[in-house]
């Protein structure tokens, strides 16, 4: 049996629609996990594969990007923000998801090479949402990210800003081992990634609750979500990858 991890958030229900439905079921054992727990998990050797934030490939031995899938976005991704009362130039304090490891750094670096400003950064533990307020900020992703947006003055989606100081889309999580997976598992693996994917407009009435005058699972899976790990995300991966380790190398084995 093969250990894999999957984000348990809205973006990944395609995922899991497609290994629930095809015969690689038999061949797996999945959990659902946080970012965070996920890449925490592969790199202790407890999975195999994990759908995980690209930020922890400089701490692989030997990591190894195994599907042309991916969690990405070009432009507006609409859960993973920074949330602010108060406009960008007015925050000193910014909260960090603890769920998160590449929105961390990713919304670090913008501060610094694009937006050009100095900010308190601080761990954040559960519930701390509810810091928001004065000049406190907070980064919030996934499905947490969705019940919030509307709720402040002010939105600043990390996706958007990455576009606008890159030209490029940026990936947020990918498919990772640690080690090589045998090739005929990989194939069955990725068709039935493509399979949810192929199918994930009849999941739409199942994840409607997600629906708000702020938010639509329709337009998140269709358009604000970008699935294929295409040359432009992997351009961008590769960028900011190196932006974090000048001497970042890694595979693309599928």
Known sequence: MIK?????????????????????KNKIKLSQDTPAQGAQKLLSGEIDIGLVPIAIIPQLKNPQIVSPFCIGANGKVKTVCLFSEVPLKEI????????????????????????????????ALEGYENTIKNNIAAVIIGDRAIANLGKYKYEY??????QLHTGLPFVFAAWVSNKEINQDFLDDFNAALQI????????????????????????????????????????????????????QQFFYCY
């Not at 604000?224 to 001497?247: G, R």
Request: a neutral charge; charged letters at 20%; hydrophobic letters at 35%.
């Open 4 to 24: 894999i991890s999957a984000v348990s958030y809205l973006n990944t229900k395609p995922f899991l629609h497609g290994l629930d439905i095809s015969s690689v």
């Open 196 to 247: 949810g994917l192929s199918n994930r407009s009849q999941l739409l009435a199942k994840y409607s609750s997600y629906n708000s005058p702020h938010f639509s699972v329709k337009e998140y899976w269709n358009n604000n979500i970008q699935y294929e790990l295409d040359s432009d995300k992997k351009q961008a991966l590769e960028l900011f990858l190196k932006k974090l380790n000048p001497n």
């Open 157 to 162: 989606d990390l996706s958007e800003a990455w």
């Open 92 to 123: 000193n304090t910014v909260y960090l998801d603890y769920q998160s490891r590449t929105s961390v750094l990713l919304v670090q670096l913008l501060m610094k090479e694009y937006w050009k400003q100095d900010v308190k950064f601080l761990p």
